[in-house]
Nanobody, 126 residues
Framework: QVQLVESGGGLVQPGGSLRLSCRAS????????ITWFRQAPGKEREAVSGINISGETTKYVDSVKGRFTVSRDKAKETVYLQMNNLQPEDTAVYYC???????????????????WGQGTQVTVFS
């Protein structure tokens, strides 16, 4: 069974940084585009950032541009989300996701993803 596994969440103060990691079992992660989503309490799950198979194309929602950076390490079969200057509104459970059939023009639509991780909690508090 395909599993995506996120790690790296935690508690930080405003202005702090965290780096999330996404790995996979069974799935050959290097062959898939990966998108990071987040879901805050009482809110819809929203796309945050995506990266294509080669790592040359990335996407970000406006609220994280300039603060978050997505990357991938092919040798480690891992996708990262570096989050800097974290703010209380970034508090959420963060998920990585991918799809057997992926379309960049709808990268932010959660309906197209059929593989999800269990999520990692990020809490930003002062």
């Amino acid at each position: 069974q395909v599993q995506l596994v996120e790690s790296g969440g935690g508690l930080v103060q405003p202005g702090g940084s965290l780096r999330l990691s996404c790995r996979a079992s069974v799935l050959a992660l290097n062959h898939y585009s990966i998108t990071w989503f987040r879901q805050a309490p009482g809110k819809e799950r929203e796309a945050v950032s995506g990266i294509n198979i080669s790592g040359e194309t990335t996407k970000y929602v406006d609220s994280v541009k300039g603060r978050f950076t997505v990357s991938r390490d092919k040798a480690k079969e891992t996708v990262y989300l570096q989050m800097n200057n974290l703010q209380p509104e970034d508090t959420a459970v963060y998920y990585c996701a991918t799809a057997d059939r992926f379309f960049w023009n709808t990268w932010s639509r959660k309906e197209q993803y059929n593989y999800w991780g269990q999520g990692t909690q990020v809490t930003v508090f002062s």
